[in-house]
């Protein structure tokens, strides 16, 4: 895609690495508040208006929707407006959902501010990171994703704790004003000096080369004909599945057995472990084959999963949760490599978006699923060990690659 064996990434003064912090720190942002950030606003939101839980909670699963739909159109915006103005476009949207946040009066506000929230995940998340990281990085890509996906765990660990004590302090709409003048002060002149592709490549062919690049509907076509996409998607989708269900639920479970500070502290060190395995993957995962990478850490939370159900040992148990943390940041990691390798750089930008689109529907009913089974059955033994299970069905399917790699280069 660029030329990059004529490159030294490993070098410090290579260009790339500043496309890499911004990313890191689009990521950071977006992530924190976008994602981590809606516990915050639901119990903020209540506490100021005295709405419904379920008011909030509707407003967010309609965000995530919503940005499952718009990502489907990435390649589209990126070929139509370019890369840094759609960018631009997402760090605008999301800081005005984030002012809007902390000035709104009334319920249907909430609805635009997450939907503004959709437009900021289009310009800012995983799908254009991977995509600009993709056109700068050939043999040290895996590095690149880590480092800057890491600043979606960042933005957890950091962001949602500020914002926290920022509101204990000066109130929620101040630390809500401040979080995002702070995020315009650091992203916008960022962006602006080091987003950008690499040089020979337009931004009106998307970051392609000149010369049979496909359409952007023409590629979303093929792909979805293609085997090997789906063999990429679906184990994805399902171990996000799993993985969405088991968080969200974590301490409730915990909580009766080791009670609810320790409960907190695994869900730190699960998150902990997140950025450790990030880091560990991306010094050598570009020296394997991403699809055994992909099943051996789908394994390893199903087996984490495992051991949990069937311990009460506090030390065990954080511990369980500390191995599951290590390959939570990675299933985001290893789409696009997968997807480099296999359907080609043409259609790269159409894949990351269709394929995120599904995977960002098919995870967003893991909470729901887990909390149905739970319902029924009174406890989460069968619950989480139907994700168990999901872990290693999706292992089993990313290993398998039918009729070899068909790059859609040529599509």
Not at 15 to 40: E, H, I, P, S, T
Not at 92 to 99: D, F, H, Q, R
Not at 186 to 207: C, K, N, Q, R, Y
Not at 302 to 314: D, E, G, K, Y
Request: charged share 10%.
């Amino acid at each position: 895609m660029i030329a990059a064996t004529r490159v030294d990434e490993s070098s410090l003064h290579y260009r790339g690495w500043r496309v890499v912090l911004a990313c890191f720190l689009m990521a950071f942002f977006m992530f924190g508040f976008g994602l981590y950030g809606q516990g915050v606003y639901l119990a903020e939101l209540q506490r100021a208006h005295g709405w419904p839980g379920t008011v909030v909670s509707a407003a967010s699963t309609f965000s995530f929707l919503l940005t499952s739909v718009l990502v489907i159109f990435t390649d589209d915006l990126l070929a139509r407006i370019g890369l840094r103005s759609l960018i631009l476009c997402g760090l605008v949207a999301l800081g005005a959902s984030t002012v809007l946040l902390a000035l709104m009066q009334t319920p249907w506000q909430l609805y635009l501010a997450y939907g503004l929230m959709s437009v900021g995940w289009t310009g800012m998340g995983t799908v254009v990171i991977a995509t600009v990281l993709n056109s700068w990085f050939e043999r040290r890509r895996g590095l690149a994703l880590s480092l800057a996906f890491n600043g979606a765990t960042c933005g957890g660990i950091v962001l949602v704790p500020l914002l926290l004590s920022l509101s204990g302090s000066i109130g929620f709409r101040s630390a809500m004003l401040a979080a995002t003048t702070a995020m315009m002060v650091l992203v916008l002149p960022v962006v602006v000096i080091f987003i950008g592709w690499p040089t020979g490549m337009s931004l009106a062919s998307d970051g392609r080369s000149s010369g049979g690049a496909a359409a952007p509907g023409r590629s979303r076509r093929a792909l979805l004909a293609n085997a090997a996409f789906w063999t990429m998607v679906l184990p994805i989708a399902i171990a996000l599945l799993a993985q969405m269900g088991f968080i969200i639920h974590q301490v409730t479970f915990l909580e009766p057995l080791i009670g609810r500070s320790a409960a907190g502290l695994a869900v730190t060190v699960m998150a902990a472990m997140a950025v450790v395995g990030r880091l560990s993957l991306g010094l050598f995962v570009d020296r394997l084959d991403p699809r055994l990478a992909c099943a051996a850490s789908m394994t390893s939370q199903a087996a984490a999963l495992f051991v949990l159900l069937q311990s009460t040992n506090p030390t065990m148990l954080l511990l369980c949760c500390a191995v599951y943390g290590f390959s939570i940041g990675n299933m985001i990691t290893f789409p696009p490599l997968i997807i480099q390798r296999e359907i080609g750089a043409s259609a790269f930008a159409a894949a990351m978006g269709l394929g995120t689109s599904i995977s960002g529907i098919v995870s967003a009913f893991g909470p729901g699923i887990v909390g149905l089974v739970r319902s029924f059955t009174g406890n989460y033994t069968t619950a989480f060990a139907m994700c168990v299970v999901l872990d290693l069905v999706a292992a089993g399917i990313v290993l398998w690659r039918p009729g070899g790699r068909a790059k859609l280069a040529a599509s």
